[in-house]
């Protein structure tokens, strides 16, 4: 277990002083259950023996106490048991979005949505049964079987010994019929929970062109296959932990007969009353149902520990090399635009796909470029020449070597957030959320009344389009699934307008737009930006005449 692994598997741990009262009323149970079957067991044989009511009066009392203190401490660790891991396991997903923060969009392009996802909500969840299920169980249950082997001890050495074996023995069992039946399994469940959700989201995300291209089928089966085999890893998950329960309810069984074999001896000596008799053969019930969960524990332990070792795997430690670093904390403030942008022989790269191994794809080398406010540029090439490579050093989600200042103040000197209330971008694929064209309008700007909407749903051409949906409380669905390419583009466009950016980067506003629709969209696109607003539009068609002041060219990495 590496040093990443160990230390978020710290992180899923509640503070000493949070977690103690747990841990106290759990023993309270424990104790109460143990204590309640051995007051038990002496009262009714002690009971047979018909002796003055006075005598039993402290074992009724006993009896009745235990009974009322296991119910109560069962409460309180329950309560303060799932605070203290729920509060924790807060901390712990508040920490996984901090480290994703400074790596999205750029750093987590390949990762796949549905193991990411599967990581972020899944794997984190699973880190609650650290504290609940494995840590508290196996300490209660420590103390516990501690405790009552020292109280049979007072009353019969010999059935100490035999209660202390077979715990022994049984916590052996757990181990080795754990790990052989089900480490492999338990380890197993989470990526193949992982790879159902990928399958899932393949299917869904991609349906329409798996139908246009006779591949719904395959894409099914593959959701079938991972189904299966998750299926498979429980059932043999749930087989091991069967086994292991039955193992260790056979040694419980066995303790107490062979505590009545080896104290017996003592009843016809005279060493051990009826009554000390009766609570030595049955304490070890009391005891084994308190060790009962540990064998679960294990297993819980063997799953956090896989989950563990997901998000480690999933969620980079560092920022990757390409990405930007160590950038001050963001002011509120949009960065002054001043005289424009300015790049001077900038090179920037995406992360690398493993340690240490740049990726050359999209790399841009000695770059130089200056944007004016109000000034229109286009950016040509073909695919691969690091055309959204530059969008996205424009806008600080990759990092640059050289010069790029923003008013004259270098853009590493400023906060992305700051700068990006300044230069705003829209994507190749705009994301749009499955909410109403309103709430993905206001997303942007939300003191935006309905008049303010309209008025910018008119300026990129969709006012009619919105009427005939409904009006603004009509959904577009998750990602924007009942819209078309052309619509997304001018909702995100009208989404950008609405923010009001100095600078607006468009990636390839075209992309999912056919030929003949794409002069059209272009026009309305550009015509609904203001002339005070600068726009780099980057885009490998040809642009109508007139909608831009100069145009430059990305080859290879370089401005041709």
């Not at 009006?471 to 997304?488: C, E, H, I, P």
Request: a neutral charge.
């Amino acid at each position: 277990m590496n040093a990443r692994v160990r230390g978020i598997l710290r992180s899923a741990l509640p503070s000493r002083r949070r977690f103690a009262p747990a841990v106290l009323s759990g023993f309270g149970t424990a104790a109460s259950a143990v204590a309640l079957l051995a007051a038990s067991a002496w009262l009714i044989a002690r009971a047979a023996e018909q002796p003055l009511v006075i005598y039993l009066s402290m074992a009724v009392v006993g009896v009745r106490a235990f009974a009322l203190s296991r119910g109560v401490f069962r409460y309180l660790e329950r309560l303060t048991s799932h605070d203290a891991a729920l509060h924790q396991l807060a901390g712990v997903r508040a920490d996984l979005v901090r480290t994703l923060v400074p790596v999205a969009p750029d750093g987590l392009a390949r990762s796949r949505r549905g193991g990411l996802l599967s990581s972020v909500v899944d794997d984190v969840e699973e880190l609650q049964n650290l504290p609940l299920r494995v840590v508290l169980p196996l300490v209660t249950a420590a103390v516990t079987a501690l405790g009552a082997v020292v109280f049979t001890a007072f009353v019969s050495v010999p059935a100490a010994l035999v209660l202390l074996g077979c715990l022994a023995a049984a916590f052996a069992v757990a181990v080795a019929l754990g790990w052989a039946a089900g480490a492999r399994a338990e380890r197993a469940v989470a990526p193949l929970r992982a790879a159902v959700a990928d399958a899932v989201h393949d299917l869904l995300t991609g349906l329409d062109v798996l139908t246009a291209y006779d591949a719904l089928d395959a894409a099914r089966a593959r959701v079938a296959d991972a189904d299966a085999a998750l299926r498979r890893a429980l059932v043999r998950r749930g087989t091991a932990q069967g086994l292991t329960a039955g193992g260790v309810s056979v040694l419980a069984g066995a303790a107490s007969l062979l505590a009545l074999l080896v104290a017996a001896p003592g009843v016809t000596g005279g060493t051990l009353t009826g009554p000390g008799l009766a609570v030595v053969v049955l304490l070890p019930m009391a005891v084994f149902e308190v060790f009962g969960p540990v064998p679960l524990a294990l297993a819980s332990w063997r799953q956090v520990r896989a989950s563990a070792e997901r998000i480690a795997a999933a969620v980079p430690e560092d920022v990757p090399e390409g990405l930007p670093r160590d950038e001050p904390a963001p002011t509120g403030e949009a960065a002054p635009l001043g005289a424009g942008l300015e790049l001077r022989d900038v090179r920037a790269h995406w992360p690398a796909r493993g340690a240490g191994d740049a990726d050359d794809t999209g790399r841009i080398v000695d770059v130089s470029l200056r944007v004016g406010p109000g000034e229109r540029v286009l950016v040509t090439g073909p695919s691969g020449a690091g055309k959204t490579t530059l969008a996205h050093v424009l806008v600080r989600f990759l990092d640059y070597r050289g010069s790029y200042t923003v008013g004259g103040v270098e853009a590493r000197d400023l906060s992305g957030d700051d700068l990006r209330r300044t230069v705003g971008l829209v994507e190749q694929t705009p994301f749009l959320f499955d909410e109403t064209i309103r709430q993905n309008l206001l997303f942007a700007r939300e003191d935006a009344d309905d008049a303010d909407l309209t008025a910018v749903l008119s300026r990129v051409g969709l006012d009619a389009w919105v009427a005939e949906r409904g009006g603004l409380d009509s959904r577009v669905g998750d990602r924007g699934a009942l819209v078309s390419g052309g619509q997304a583009q001018r909702l995100a466009l009208a989404r950008a307008v609405l923010r009001g950016f100095p600078v607006l980067v468009l990636d390839e506003p075209t992309a999912g737009v056919d030929a003949a629709a794409s002069d059209a969209l272009l026009r309305d696109l550009l015509g609904a930006v203001s002339r005070e607003q600068a726009v780099v539009l980057v885009s490998h068609v040809d642009v109508p005449a007139g909608l831009i002041d100069r145009e430059v060219r990305l080859e290879a990495g370089r401005l041709a």
